[in-house]
């Protein structure tokens, strides 16, 4: 089915381990987005993607690697996990700006517990 | 730095009743976009409603509209007729034309009532 994915929904690894957080678009959607969720504070943006090869930093970067090789994959690495990354993880698209929507697609999150 | 600030933590409904729910934005750009989010327990990030500000008039959803007063940077939310369903977390966002970092509210999270 058409639409953006995540994977896994849920993890839970250990303080100092890397994890790398999936996400497939099956729209061809040119920008691609990672979202943490946490309490009291909303949806902040790590790091977004305007094409293939093209990323840079968002809000919360700290902590975090992104790599964008083919326009429907946009993993999140965590090279050390720390607590303070337990979160929930959102990946969103949309399409190009020209097409003015500027809406944001959401996949279903991923729930990371680092313990 | 633009931010979104929803004032109103939680917020409870009689079911059939309207509520509305509050946000206010700060930016010194001129063109942009505001959003309504929904996130029902099953998480998943759903669009509500959508408003350009260079359009004076409010958007509306079936049963969602809006109340956008780009003087006060004001963005409400109005649920009139309010269901079962409608109870979830709501995010206000804001977004310009020309930057893709979309910032979002603390959400509020809406109780409906039977």
């Known amino acids: 089915d058409a639409g953006i994915t995540q994977s896994p929904r849920y993890k839970i690894t250990e303080t100092g381990r890397q994890v790398t957080l999936m996400c497939h678009q099956t729209w061809s959607h040119s920008y691609m987005f990672w979202y943490r969720q946490d309490l009291g504070h909303g949806l902040r943006l790590i790091y977004y993607s305007a094409a293939a090869d093209i990323t840079d930093k968002g809000e919360v970067p700290d902590g975090y690697v992104v790599s964008r090789s083919k326009t429907e994959n946009f993993p999140l690495t965590l090279e050390s996990a720390t607590r303070s990354q337990t979160s929930v993880y959102f990946c969103?698209?949309?399409?190009?700006?020209?097409?003015?929507?500027?809406?944001?697609?959401f996949g279903p999150g991923t729930r990371l517990t680092v313990t | 730095a633009q931010t979104v600030t929803q004032s109103q933590p939680e917020m409870s409904v009689q079911e059939a009743e309207t509520v509305t729910l509050s946000c206010t934005y700060d930016t010194s750009e001129s063109d942009y976009y505001l959003f309504w989010y929904k996130q029902p327990p099953s998480r998943q990030m759903i669009l509500v409603i959508r408003?350009?500000?260079?359009?004076?008039q409010n958007a509306t959803e079936n049963r969602f509209s809006v109340n956008f007063q780009k003087a006060a940077k004001s963005f409400s939310l109005k649920i009139s007729d309010s269901q079962l369903g409608d109870a979830a977390m709501y995010f206000c966002a804001y977004r310009t034309y020309n930057n893709n970092d979309m910032r979002f509210g603390a959400g509020t999270r809406l109780t409906v009532k039977p």
């Open positions: 408003q350009e500000a260079y359009k004076q």
């Open positions: 969103a698209s949309n399409p190009d700006r020209v097409q003015r929507q500027y809406e944001q697609y």
